[in-house]
C-alpha cells in the first residue's frame, strides 16, 4: 500500500470530439476500473474566462434516455453523462483539463491571463463556476509548455489562485451541507528537460493533488532515425533508440522535491509508425498513414497483420515491426504495460494515466482493464479511495441542481 493508505489513481483522458468519427461515447468509458477522468479540453479567453469548445457535445446532444421534453433549463450532453457515470460509480471524480496542444501550445492562450493577477483570478472564478454548473471534481492544467521560468511561476500562482477559489467554494458547500468536497487539483508535466527546467517542481507538487507525467512522445516523426516513444530506460545499446526515458525524468522530478506518490505515470494507448525502415534506431523515409493522423495509430488497430511484435528489455519498451511492408510502430503492448504496472508499483508511483480512451481495446485485451488489475484492482482497496461529489446546489441546470433524478 502507499504512503497515506491512499492507493494507485487510475486516470484517463476523454476527448470531447471522441464522439464524432472515433465513436467513442461516456458509455464507453469502462468506470469501474478509472478514479479520474480527464474531461477534454476547457479552453479559456484572453481575460482568463475558462469557456467550453464544443456545445453540442459538452451539454446539448441527447443520449438515449434524455427527454426532450424536460421543463426548464438542463444539462445534457457528455457532461450529464458522465454525473449520471458518477452517480452509479462513487470513486469515480470528473476533472475539467483546460489547455492542451492546440490551445495551450499552438496558440498559446494560457499566456496573457497567466502574466496578470487579474488574469488569473478571472481564470480560478471561471474554472469554479464550470465546477459549480456542471459538476465537476476538479481542474486538470495542461500548459504545453511554461516556455521561461517566468511562466512556470506564472503557472504556479494559477494554480495557487484555482486551489484558493476551489477552497473558498468547498468552505461554502460544507456550510450549505454539512460535509465538505475536496476538489482535486492536477497538471499534465512535460518529460523533456527543455520544458520542465522551467518549472518550479517542488513548490508546483505542494499546490497540487498530483501530477500526470507525460510519459511518451519520446520519439516520432520530428526524429532522424526511428525510436521509441514511450521507454522507461535509456538503451546504451542504442542510444538514438532512446531521446529520452521515464526512469531519468522521474529521478529529476523526486531530487527536486517531487513525492514519488504524486506522480502519476502516462501511457499511451496509441503508437507512432515509421516507414521504409530496418528497424529500431534505422533511418526511415515518413510515416505512413494512421487511425486519425499520419503515423498515428490506436492501440486497438495494432499489430497490423502481418507485423510481429518485439519488446526491447534494456529500453523497457515494446514494438512491432513488418518485414514485408518495412514498417515500424513503437507503442505499449499489452505485456508491456503490465510491466509498467509492475515498475508503477516498484518506484512507488502514484498510479498511471491515458491519452486517450478511444485508442483502447474493449475488450480482454484493454490495456486499462489490465494495468489497474496489475495494480491490484478496483475492489480491493489498492485503488485510491475517494469518493466523488454528487451536490452542485448553485448549478444553472434545473436537473443537476437536483440530483439528475432517473425518468
Known sequence: MMGGGEGYRSVAYFVNWGIYGRKYFPQNIPADKLTHVLY?????????????????SDIQIHYEGDSWNDVGNNLYGNLKQLY?????NRNLKVLLSIGGWTYAHEQKHFDAPAA?????????????????DLGFDGIDIDWEYPQNPEQGQQLLWLLQEIRAAMDAYATKLEGETGTRPHFVLTIAAPAGEANYKNMPLRALAQTLDFINLMAYDYSGSWDPS???????????????????????????YVAQGVPANKIVLGMSLYGRSFANTDGIGKSYSGTGPGSWENGVWDYKALPHPGAQEYVDEEAGASYSYDNNTRTMVSYD???????????IKQKGLGGAMWWELSGDRQ?????????????????????EHRANWLAYPDSQYDNLRAGCPSN
Open 40 to 56: 477534454s479540453f476547457g479552453d479559456n479567453r484572453p481575460d482568463g474566462e475558462v469557456v467550453l469548445t464544443d456545445q453540442w
Open 84 to 88: 449520471l457515470l458518477k452517480k452509479a
Open 116 to 132: 496578470t493577477p487579474q488574469g488569473r483570478k478571472k481564470f480560478a472564478d471561471t474554472c469554479v463556476k464550470l465546477i459549480k
Open 226 to 252: 526511428s525510436g521509441h516513444q514511450a521507454n522507461l530506460f535509456p538503451s546504451h545499446s542504442c542510444p538514438s533508440c532512446t531521446p529520452f526515458n521515464s526512469q531519468s525524468v522521474i529521478d529529476v
Open 333 to 343: 503492448t499489452l505485456a508491456m504495460a503490465r510491466k509498467k504496472a509492475q515498475w
Open 363 to 383: 475488450d480482454a485485451g484493454s490495456i486499462v482493464s489490465n494495468v489497474v488489475a496489475e495494480l491490484g484492482g478496483p475492489s480491493n482497496g489498492r485503488l
